[in-house]
């Protein structure tokens, strides 16, 4: 059974410090919803809420339509795998996976059969006599997701549960981790700065910033519709020019930069006079002169080369480079280091939003 | 061969496995550019070195110990008659413990001082560490790092206090006219004065305070390593609070446990001055009667064989102890 998590303008305050501010949004039962954000973007701690280990400072946090002020992490229907999994290192990897059956004074049978029925489900059958120090990370991370689904909860939440694996393991979890979801059928809450595994996993995210959330939907609305400076420079790479909007209309605006007037959509409702952002992601930008409103060159800084795309760097603002990542489609010709390149884009892949925090490098 | 003669060739053999011990560590080591201690130090200060260490574990650790085992085997005499013909290798001081030399009797009251001693200073064990698991719990994982320090400064200046002042003060406290006992009296919670000191209860308050500190820090510092998310994912899978700790936070702190316990234990077994001030009258604790036949008799003889029937029991007990909780002696000193 899958629960809903809701949360009701959720702040949570550490002394002077609020963590979380006035959070509000709707899990729905049976999502695989993410939290992205940097760290220290008050993320664990919308955790740590659901879970129970915190109380809201303020608001109200509700898991299938019940208010869980009050209630213990002991008590309510979620289970958490922690960032270092914190699995039992004293006991077997059966005993790992049916603790929470044992504290639930459920019999020894009924905990064999549940632990062979888990370990199935992991991929790891008859391996429940080992110690937790025979097993590789992998086998640890897939002994922890047993552990907590051991005790059938409406909503798992995972706090970077990936990170301490490298590359390979971490994409090839990713996707166990999707399985895994669609099979047992409940929501999981899953909390990550790894905007990769956030966007390849998720039905929805959240993108935090300083304890706000700053946009909630799909991962292809967040990379293509960012609702603010802050998810558009956090989720992929992007080159943002700053300026001051010179003309707007419903949908397009013109952009007063130091690179001359650009163009770009203006979902937000931008008018003259506004200061405003302007993104082009460095894939939407292409080498050569276009309309003179979404041209501009600058200084070619160094040139990348990354097999599948090459990178150019060109000479930005201060020290902020503008970055253009062009594919093997075509045979443009790639400006050598110091000499001065136009580039261009089309004006539908700018994005005009006003002025706000951008994503720290 | 007289055996005091025994002690005088000891020496040389604990010169000689020191040597070969440096001589065979680079034999033992898997690591082929690993350099022998020879090698390392040079034949005169390797000498140096070895002949430093062998005198500080022979007049300090072996040979005291060495000489009190070879007196324990020998009659009580006068000098005069010491390595003469009635100066000869002898069981009768242990026996002395269970058969009354004089009369033949069992010899009921050095055993019950024993057995008492043991089974005491069991239960101040017991006493410690339920007064020190919450204390170090608290100190090691939901304490805040202001509070603690607070808390292991008034642990710690207590005991630049003498201990037999603190001995004596704790008498004063608990002494039918003390001041416990006036309050009890002036609340109406009593009539007559409570003898706390009879029933011994000085005693065992005294030795529990008295050894606080060697239960605190070994559990403090098992439970300090403790990760916290052990104790959250405990809690989050379900478990009431007495589940996490019986389940996660001691056998995690088994080896701290022991290491606590274990100190504890031999310390109090072995302790002079709490038992013989806070004791009740009719307390007749082990360490006493071995003082006793040390400082009044002057049977040396006999006191060395009732310590070392001492020392013998009370490390069968704890090796029986690890055993039965699973605790390995090499883990306790970690």
Known sequence: MSAGVELDHVTVRFGDFTAVSGATLDIKGGEFFSFLGPSGCGKTTILRTVSGFLEPSEGKVRIGGKDMAGIGPNRRPTALIFQNLALFPLMTVAENITYGLRVRGIDKDMRAKKADELLELIALPGQGNKQMSELSGGQKQRVAIARALAVQPQVLLLDEPLSALDLKLRQHMRNELRIIQRMVGITFIYITHDQGEALTMSDRIAVMSDGVIQQVADGKTIYDEPATAFVASFVGENNPFAGTVAQADGSSALIETKFGRLRGRNPRGLRAGDKAILFVRPESIRLGAGATDTTLSSAVKSVAFEGNMTHVYLEGVGKKNITISVGRQGTTSIPEQGQVAAISYDAALGLALPEGQLARE | ?334
């Open chain 2, 1 to 334: 061969m007289n055996s005091r003669l025994i002690v005088l060739v000891v020496p040389f053999i604990v010169i000689a496995i020191f040597w070969l011990m440096a001589r065979r560590e680079a034999k033992l080591s898997h690591d082929p550019t690993h350099k022998g201690y020879f090698e390392r130090n040079g034949m005169t200060l390797g000498i140096l070195f070895i002949a430093l260490v062998a005198l500080w574990t022979l007049f300090l650790v072996v040979l005291p110990y060495l000489y009190m085992v070879v007196e324990s085997f020998h009659p009580q005499l006068p000098p005069s008659k010491r390595g003469g013909p009635e100066d000869v290798l002898t069981l009768a001081q242990y026996q002395s413990f269970f058969v009354q030399p004089v009369g033949g009797g069992l010899n009921v009251t050095h055993i019950g001082a024993f057995v008492f001693s043991i089974i005491a200073s069991i239960a101040v064990t017991a006493l410690n560490f339920a007064i020190c698991y919450p204390l170090a719990f608290y100190m090691a994982q939901s304490g805040g790092a202001q509070k603690v320090r607070l808390l292991m400064l008034a642990l710690i200046v207590p005991y630049w206090v003498n201990e037999i002042l603190r001995a004596f003060s704790l008498r004063l406290l608990l002494a039918s006219k003390g001041l416990i006992n006036q309050m009890l009296m002036g609340f109406g919670f009593t009539d007559a004065p409570i003898d706390f000191l009879g029933a011994n209860v000085g005693l065992y308050v005294g030795l529990s305070y008295a050894y606080l500190l060697i239960m605190v820090f070994p559990l403090y510092n098992a439970i300090e390593s403790l990760d916290k998310n052990q104790i959250e994912a405990a809690r989050d899978l379900g478990a009431p609070w007495w589940r996490i700790h019986k389940d996660v936070v001691i056998p995690y702190a088994k080896p701290g446990i022991a290491s606590g316990c274990t100190m504890v234990f031999m310390l109090s077994a072995g302790s002079l001055a709490a038992p013989q001030f806070l004791g009740g009258p009719r307390t007749l604790w082990f360490t006493s009667v071995i003082y006793n036949f040390f400082f009044q008799n002057f049977n040396w003889a006999r006191g060395s064989a009732y310590a070392f029937i001492l020392l013998a029991a009370c490390i069968a007990l704890v090796m029986l102890m690890l055993r039965l909780f699973k605790v390995s002696l090499g883990e306790t000193i970690k």
